[in-house]
């Protein structure tokens, strides 16, 4: 039997490590994708605590949550019976779910308590919760109790109780007085756990008739409170023999005289107690003791240490609580009270026990057919545990018989299992404080691999940290996990890798040869699955120059400088701390990028700062301290720069490095900054310096990173504020070994020059990056994409290589790789460049247009094949050419081809700018680096009509007093079937202002016309245009006055319209004695010269002018001003004055043509005119505040006197004003108009024009002589002596005051009204 039982063990351990790795993977995974549609036992997600006590007021809700495949139906028993949900109104079980939810309103809570357990099943298996024990709270009333009175001597303890009702879960005590105030507890009162209220000693002061003890009810939050206890404290000394008889009835604690007496224990009592604990929770011990003076209460463990992490003291050391029980825990306990009179001492002696728990919980198998698994359900208890299995509920013994199911105490063997045996295990382990129970299922599934973590996911790393890339997968059996680095090198266990169980391969120290594409590979019998990612190595944030310790003068500048290096791909953040916390809130505090400066540095300032340089995966700091002092006056300090360097020795000599040490020398009186390392390399490049590295200005030494096959000599420099040192005295010469290169020469790129060649180009490695001697380059190639071999030649001292007969523009694979005469480089990174291109080969076909208008077509073709492109495709060209015009037999011979490119594989283009009317061909070539393919087939197309251009001219002949004769010539380009001609003329008057228009039309055969019935000595202006049917062209002008039997022609062209033929010679030109105005531009500078001076009055502006435009003005702003500018008309005249400039100022000054008609503006040059300050103004008396007061007293009195002396005159029976106004009927003088209060002769010109009213000025006199005209006539002429007069609101009132001279029409005179202005001079 014995031997028996030693072959089992031993096959159970076999079996054991045979089956470890099988079982240690076999999770189902929580990544829904992966278990949709997968079978799955039922597991429970969710339950209730064993142990669940509920508020007779609320709902009771037992939770059950499971998850399966399919999903799992619930049940439920209660005290170990089938308890039927539906039969009871008042549960209800939550749809999709187990959870029961209880509505106990109305009905009788303790009905519903019991054992209540849960069971999850479907077709794969039963799962069940834990036994859920369902408990009412309870918060019972205190018992009806009588306290009596309590009287003590003082000096003796005292223990008042509390002894509250059993609640569930019991209550949390408290002490307080009738105001509901607590207790007050210190080192000799104190509340025991039990709720009792201990006195070591007692005092007077604890007289009191409100001792209450309270009790709180967690659960139903309900407060009750025991019956008020009274305390009274009596001195013997004062006690009589009366209140001693009195007391003797009542309760009276004599104890031991009022003086001083040994500690000892009131709880616990005797010298030893005892106490369990379980594992796990808290173990609460107590020491509270009585004597005179207060003792003071001392913990020790007797054997061992108190465990100080997980221990506190509490109620004024009178308890001690150990978190977290173990068994290390348990032993003897000793508490000692102390006073001044002695000591005692209480041993209590803990025990632990434990509840089971877990070691090893059974996990879920996912077995694949005929695979073996086990099943492990390790727990440890105190006292141990009893292991009992089941299977889907049911005891394993009860269930029914599988010879595959094997059970050995916690263990479960499943050999050879087999499809539909899939199945819940529940192993329940217990001892007499308490159960464990759990579900394991097995799951029999043959599924092909699966790669559970996301593809391409790329993972950073930081250079000398490990790397984990995970490869989560699933399947049934468990797959395989292999790894290969760049698809190419197979990954196996070892340094530096290490492939997990799960799969996941870590780097234990990633360097950045690390970096690149990794795979895993997941494979079963029954597939295999591949995934990838992709590892970056990432250098390390580091702080080159850290802040230093400053110590400033208060009022001073404190810079720290924080410079970091960091890897180029993380975008790095800077934080400055301030005694590790944020910097204060002030603006004296300024962040750079590599620096703080504080500002003007107070006593406030002074600290520790830190910078923080912070990246997304990894970060450094480094701190200095700032300490302020107050500023000394100090005598004049001169600074020099710093002597340099002595003393240069070279040590710690290796292959790759060297030890340089120095003296530094003189600072004069600037701390040296950093040193300056340079080195000679006199094998390759003597008598030239090259900065090597930089070193703290404290540092006296430096390690040398160098390079093989090097001469070296080094010298060193100082640097403080000043600036540098001069160079110390170079080393003694140190020469490197050669070595093999340690890196391939760079810019490679392959471009072909011609068909048939690819020519290979790189930049060579300096002498100094050879590392040796016999520099050679291997350079090989290979057609991409294509399965062959590398060609290879090996070249010196040229940096190309062509390659000849090569295909004509294909991709080439290109490697350069640096050797010499002791090894090669590195592997070369592989560059892609193509071969030589030729020219295209074939055209493009569907050459297509589409006419959009007279000018804009779109031409569309098909694009060329890549293959005939034979090269990089750049574009496509369309040259295009005007045959002739649709109304020509011949086209013109200098007609120029236009050419427009379109980049990249398009299809169609755009030709603007086409000629109306026109014949046009054109034909599309395809174009690489080589140049341009074959044309296609040239294409014709004709475009539409457009408006024509001005005529070619537009003359005036044959002028007489009141005609004259237009001629003029087709236009240039008629762009189309001409249609006609239109011409506008109007009259311009010696004001500038235009008359009305009349038009005219022509055929296309006509031109000429003779127009009559034209007034002379006025100015006229022509507008001819010429049609077709899209409509009139541009316009071409011409100018000409009618003077007597002269005319004076000024012929123009719009801008912008063409040129037009010179005008033909005329009669002899007279000209007018004012030049007339014309409204179209000059041709040729319309200004000249422009100068400037200043006066005292203003700015004096003088300037040529050529032009004739109506409207001339001198504009002017202040200089830098972003106002408008303002202006003043200055026509007819060559010169104006600038008044109101502000004294001290700059102004832009410009002058400017503009015409109403014509949209052009003409404009001088800018000029700058300075206005001196004027060094005293003098009082402006019109500005003075008297003044003014005294004029406006004046004003009225002179104004009363008026109407005064107007009423008496008019007492007289003189006719009214309206009298004289009809009696003046010259047409001359109208009446003033009510609507915008103007004089009818004055309105405005555009008005007139609008109305086609005659112009002003353009009467002619009948006995032929030119009189001046009547518009030119004064207010003046109605005044007397010559003067107009206005009254106050500035109307005029001197119209009748005098008479006017007789005209030729005139009627007699008619007698006077009254003048004011007479009344007031007679008043006067």
């Known amino acids: 039997m014995d031997r028996n039982w030693t072959w089992v063990l031993i096959f159970r351990a076999a079996l054991l490590v045979v089956l470890c790795h099988m079982t240690s993977a076999l999770d189902v995974p929580l990544d829904p994708k992966v278990l949709e549609g997968l079978p799955q036992p039922p597991t429970i997600t969710l339950q209730s605590p064993k142990d669940y006590i509920f508020d007779p007021r609320e709902n009771i809700v037992i939770h059950c949550e499971a998850k399966g495949k399919p999903n799992p139906s619930f049940s439920w028993t209660r005290n170990g019976i089938h308890f039927d949900v539906e039969k009871d109104s008042k549960v209800l079980m939550k749809p999709g779910s187990g959870t029961l939810v209880i509505d106990i309103s109305g009905e009788k809570a303790e009905a519903y308590e019991g054992t209540y357990q849960c069971t999850a099943h479907n077709d794969h298996g039963t799962a069940v919760s834990n036994n859920i024990v369902i408990r009412q709270s309870r918060s019972p009333l205190w018992s009806k109790e009588r306290n009596e009175a309590i009287t003590v001597q003082m000096g003796v303890s005292l223990v008042l109780q509390c002894r509250p009702p059993v609640g569930l879960p019991p209550p949390v005590i408290f002490w307080m007085d009738n105001n509901f105030q607590r207790l007050p507890l210190d080192q000799r009162v104190s509340q025991a756990l039990n709720g ?20 709180r009810f967690p659960h139903t939050q309900t407060i009750q409170q025991k019956q008020p206890i009274s305390v009274t404290v009596l001195s013997m000394e004062t006690m009589n023999e009366t209140v001693a008889a009195l007391y003797n009835v009542t309760d009276f604690y004599s104890g031991d005289p009022e003086g001083e007496h040994h500690p000892g224990f009131m709880l616990p009592l005797g010298p030893t107690s005892t ?160 159960y464990l129970l759990a579900n394991a299922f097995v799951s029999v599934l043959a599924e092909p691999p699966r790669v559970l973590t996301p593809p391409n996911q790329v993972y950073q790393v930081i250079s000398n940290n490990p790397a984990l890339l995970h490869c989560s997968s699933f399947g049934s059996p468990i797959p395989t996990i292999t790894w290969f680095k760049d698809s190419q090198t197979s990954i196996k266990n070892g340094d530096p890798y290490v492939i997990h169980e799960n799969g996941t391969l870590e780097i234990h120290v990633a360097q950045p040869l690390n970096s690149g594409k990794y795979t895993c590979i997941a494979t079963n019998n029954l597939g295999i699955k591949e995934n990838h990612v992709y590892l970056e190595v990432k250098e390390p944030t580091r702080i080159l120059k850290q802040p230093e310790y400053k110590v400033m003068q208060r009022g001073m500048n404190a810079v720290f400088e924080c410079k970091v290096k960091h890897d180029p791909s993380l975008i790095p953040t800077m934080i400055w701390l301030k005694d590790n916390g944020e910097l204060p809130d002030d603006e004296r505090f300024e962040v750079d990028a590599d620096s703080l400066t504080i500002k003007y540095v107070t006593e406030e300032d002074e600290g520790t700062y830190t910078c923080i340089r912070n990246t997304s995966l990894d970060q450094d700091s480094a701190s200095a301290m700032l300490t302020v002092v107050e500023a000394t006056p ?13 003393d240069l020795e070279l040590t710690d000599h290796t292959e790759r490095s060297v030890r340089l040490t120095w003296i530094p020398g003189d600072e004069h009186n600037s701390p040296t900054q950093k040193f300056l390392i340079q080195y000679e390399d006199l094998l390759h490049q003597p008598g030239v310096w090259i900065n090597l590295t930089e070193v703290a200005g404290t540092s006296t030494t430096a390690r040398l990173n160098l390079s093989p096959y090097v001469y070296y000599s080094f010298r060193v420099l100082a640097l403080n504020h000043v600036g540098y040192s001069l160079p110390s005295q170079p080393s003694h010469q140190y020469r490197t070994n050669p070595a093999a290169p340690d890196e391939n020469p760079s810019n490679v790129q392959g471009v072909g020059t011609q068909p048939g060649n690819l020519v290979i180009s790189w930049t ?299 005008p033909h010679p005329t009669s002899p030109i007279i000209q007018s004695p004012h030049p007339p105005f014309h409204k179209v531009p000059p041709v040729g500078p319309v200004f000249g010269t422009v ?93 003075q505040g008297w003044f003014i007061g005294l004029m406006c007293a004046i004003a009225l009195l002179i104004l009363v006197l008026l109407i005064v002396c107007f009423i008496k005159r008019n007492k007289g029976g003189k006719y009214p004003v309206k009298e004289k106004e009809d009696a003046h009927q010259d047409p001359e003088i109208q009446p003033m108009k009510e609507d915008d209060g103007t004089f009818g002769e004055y309105r405005s010109m555009e008005s007139d024009t609008e109305d086609h009213k005659p112009l002003k000025g353009s009467r002619t006199p009948s006995n032929g002589t030119v009189r001046r005209d009547e518009s030119d006539d004064s207010l003046v002429d109605y005044g007397e002596g010559g003067e107009g007069q206005f009254n106050e609101d500035g109307s005029f009132i001197g119209q009748y005051s005098g008479k006017k001279e007789k005209d030729t029409h005139e009627g007699n005179e008619s007698s006077e009204a009254p003048s004011p202005v007479n009344a007031m001079n007679s008043f006067v």
């Open 1091 to 1183: 100068n400037t001076s200043v006066s005292e009055d203003g700015a004096v502006i003088n300037w040529e002018y050529f032009g004739h435009h109506k409207n001339v003005y001198v504009e002017y702003i202040v200089e830098n001003s972003k106002e408008d500018w303002k202006k003043e008309l200055v026509n007819g005249s060559h010169s104006h004055m600038i008044k109101g400039l502000k004294p001290g100022t700059s102004y832009r000054v410009r002058v400017v043509a503009r015409d109403p008609v014509d949209s052009k503006v003409h404009s001088t040059d800018e000029v700058l005119v300075s206005v001196p300050a004027v060094p005293s103004r003098q009082v402006d008396i019109a500005t």
């Open 764 to 1062: 060579p490695l300096t002498g100094f990056q050879s590392n040796g001697p016999g520099l050679e380059y291997r350079v090989q190639w290979r057609q991409k994409d294509m399965d062959e071999d590398w060609s290879s030649r090996n070249v010196a001292n040229v940096s190309q290589f062509v390659v000849s007969e090569t295909p004509t523009f294909v991709p080439y694979e290109i490697k350069v790789q640096a050797l010499n005469d002791y090894g090669s480089g590195p592997e070369p990174e592989i560059v892609i460049g193509y071969s030589g291109e030729d020219f295209p080969l074939s055209a493009p076909d569907s050459v297509q247009v589409m006419v959009h208008n007279s000018t804009l077509a779109e031409v569309h073709w098909e694009p060329v094949s890549a293959s005939s492109v034979r090269g990089k495709l750049q574009g496509y060209k369309v040259y295009y050419q005007r045959e002739r015009g649709l109304h020509e037999t011949e086209g013109k011979m200098d007609e120029q081809e236009q050419v427009l490119t379109f980049s990249g594989n398009r299809s169609e283009g755009r030709l603007p700018g086409l000629q109306p009317y026109s014949l046009y061909r054109l034909l599309i070539t395809v174009l690489n680096n080589k140049g341009e393919g074959p044309p296609s087939p040239s294409k014709t197309f004709e475009t539409p009509e457009g408006v024509p251009g001005p005529p070619s001219f537009l003359n005036i002949i044959n002028p007489s007093l009141d005609s004259l004769i237009l001629e003029w010539g087709p236009p240039l380009n008629n762009n189309g079937r001409l249609s006609g001609y239109t011409l506008k003329y109007q009259p311009v008057n010696n004001t500038s202002e235009l008359g009305p228009v009349k038009v005219m039309t022509f055929l296309p055969n006509e031109t000429t016309v003779i127009l009559g019935n034209l007034n002379s000595s006025m100015l006229y202006k022509f507008y001819l245009s010429a049609k077709t049917i899209k409509g009139s062209g541009p316009v071409i002008t011409e100018e000409a006055v009618i003077i007597m039997e002269t005319t004076h022609i000024r012929p123009t062209v719009e801008t912008g319209k063409g040129p037009t033929e010179p």
């Open 275 to 434: 106490k369990m604990v379980l594992r796990g929770e808290t173990l609460e011990l107590e020491c509270i003791a009585e004597g005179l003076p207060t003792p003071e209460i001392s913990w020790q463990k007797d054997g061992g240490e108190l465990p100080s992490n997980r221990m506190s003291f509490h109620n004024f050391k009178k308890t001690l609580k150990i978190s977290d029980v173990n068994e290390v825990d348990g032993g003897d306990y000793r508490c000692t009270a102390t006073n001044n009179m002695g000591t005692a001492h209480h041993i209590i002696k803990v025990t632990v026990k434990a509840a089971p728990f877990w070691v090893s919980a059974p996990r879920n198998l996912i077995l694949a057919p005929n695979e073996t698994g086990i099943l492990t359900c390790r727990v440890k208890g105190e006292p141990k545990p009893k292991i009992t299995w089941f299977v889907n509920g049911v005891l394993m013994e009860n269930a029914p018989g599988d010879h595959s199911r094997k059970v050995e105490d916690d263990t479960v063997i499943l050999s050879n299992v087999q499809s539909g045996s899939s199945a819940v295990y529940q192993c329940n382990a217990s001892n007499e404080f308490g």
């Open 196 to 215: 009792d209220l201990y006195f070591s000693n007692v005092l007077p002061e604890d007289t009191r008739s409100d001792y209450i003890c309270y009790a």
């Open 634 to 646: 100090t005598p004049a300090i001169v600074y020099e720069k710093p002597d340099p360097p002595t």
